[in-house]
């Protein structure tokens, strides 16, 4: 087998354990791609990256549902904590697309949405900060704070707790935060007139427009 | 089994449970609940929305309560997993009140279990389900739904705002924005003559402290009145929703356990769904001593309910525990489209024929996926009573109902991914006389009368 043919029946196995939602196997497979030699951001940005990315799109276009979007998830989250940490070991530092801290307002409970989300960004190599549920405004900014952190993202599926959204960007308006980082908002509850109107840099209906909205922010702030 | 104080009992499991990341609780629901719909053999045909399947019925309560029994419940708050035996569960479902009194005086209404194709009309407790609407003409909405005739118990909607300045849960502004709410749903059954009503919940309320702070019997709500205890998806409780329980018990009222299975979503497909929803129905029987049950199925994608999935689990789910128990339970459909188009007195009727024939008292209704303010009236909602009563005297059999959720379906799926969203309340009403407009009326003249060549016996209706 030479090594372009090993190499691709290295990423057949990784792409089938991601798709299958297999961590161990998933895990494995990476490992596997390590010991002969595979640099771990190839495995990310040719095997990792475009399979969860092809398995967000099937989630989306339903022809499966979440329970295998999550798994898929978890196992690509295992993967790139195993190449993290090869890259570590190496003496190299870890690339990121950038850092999104992430959550949904304070009162709101319901965080699948967010979670999708969660999911698409890491496989499209960002680095998230999960906030989880009910978060207070001030603690979305200290965290953006503390990991400078590239965007803020805030989700209410409930229309009474969208006001929470419209905190976190009078905060970063009142602490003079607002060119600092990216504000972007969704959720059930959320309309672009809404986000408009709070004054935030973006919203998205869908998970995967969530990722083209990070994208594109982050490309123009590079670009400026 | 439980000791005396089955409360306290939820309480020290949800401290002493097995610990579990919720990702895994997820992960493991999601593994059981489909080798429980292999094991059963339960079944999705799209061209079978409404199954006349007693056999599959009783294999998808015997799924669900296997489900529960299996994964039981998940604490939010202590990552703990709250479990029952399965004689538990039963014990519990053998208590739960068949029988309801629903509102007081002569306006109370009796809401009984409901069995398939059964020949008793199916009561409409309805309002705004939540969805959410302005302060500026809550009022008049709120009366647009208590003055149908073929409603009998109305829901607040979830107001945004409160003296212009948006409402933030957990704060003060929610309670004052859930009283006001509560005492304008009291105000809107007063001023059409019906003031012993049944006022379902007080949706502005998002925390216990919110939904408790309507416990007023003088001018909010009385103990004939409800609240809802909601679940998270899927399976999911909190401290915030249990607190409520306590304190609902005492003040007498009725406890609505509020669900809302995604298809699509951690139950999988609409047979897993179904699954899902029955031990959601248990979860709601045994933690938190529901009076009633409001299912509220709901799309991953639209937020609907009126597609295939959608009817499949109100059929099937409905079936399970109509053979299988004695609760009292509703639905509710949640539509893509808005108050003043035709499509959404489709999804309405579709819906509200399956639940008729499926054991369910209605609830509803929901528009526009539930996210556009104020788009949604007391006619679709009136409309839904309608129907009900009109498939139900007509002797609809599940058989029919499949049938005529078929033939309404191609009249507006091609709008799941382009909703026609209509109009908000204020343009399709007249403020002053809260009668449609004659646009709106004539969208319901034309879909009673395709529900009427469909097979549909109506008698007189307040627009014909």
Known sequence: MNGSSLLQEI????INALVQGDKEAAVGAAQYALDQGVPPLTLVQEVIVPTLTEVGKRFEELEIFLPELMASGEAGNACTALLEQEILNSGNQVQSEG??????????IHDIGKNIVISLLKAHGYKVIDLGKDVPAARFIDEAENSRADVIATSALMSITRAGCREVADLLHDRKLMDKYHFIVGGGSITQDYADEIGADGFSETGSGAVELVKSLLQNMRGA | MFTNDRLLEIFQRSRRGQYMKEVEYDLLLARRTQELVKEFNITFDSNLVCPADNDMADRVFQ???QLFVDVGAYHLDTQRVIKFSQAEVLDALRQAPDTLYLGEGRDMVIARHRNIEDPTPPLNLTGPAGQPCSEEHYLELMISYAQEPYVHAIESGATLTYHGADIMAGTLMEVKAVQRDAATAREAIRRVGKPGM???DAATGMTAIGKMAASEPTRLLRPCDGRL?????ELKTND??????PHLLNYGSHIINLMTPLTGGIGGGPAGVAVVSVAETLLGVVCYFATYHYLSITHIKWTNNSD???MYVLAMTGQAMARNAHIVWTDDPFCVNGAGTVENLYEVAGHAIIGSVCGYQQHGVGSTGGNMVDHHTGLEAGWQGEVGIAATRSGVTREQANEIALKLLPLYKDTFNNPKLGQPFHELYNPQTITPNMPWQDCYRRAKETLTKLG???THGPYD
């Open chain 2, 198 to 200: 049944h006022i379902g």
């Open chain 1, 11 to 14: 990423a057949k196995n990784l």
């Open chain 1, 99 to 108: 850092t999104v801290v992430i959550g949904t307002a304070k009162g709101d």
């Open chain 2, 308 to 310: 295939p999935w959608g």
């Open chain 2, 456 to 458: 549909l016996t109506f």
């Open chain 2, 63 to 65: 799924a669900g309560l």
């Open chain 2, 240 to 245: 915030d929703q249990l607190v409520r329980i």
């Open chain 2, 229 to 233: 205890v909601a679940q998270m998806c």
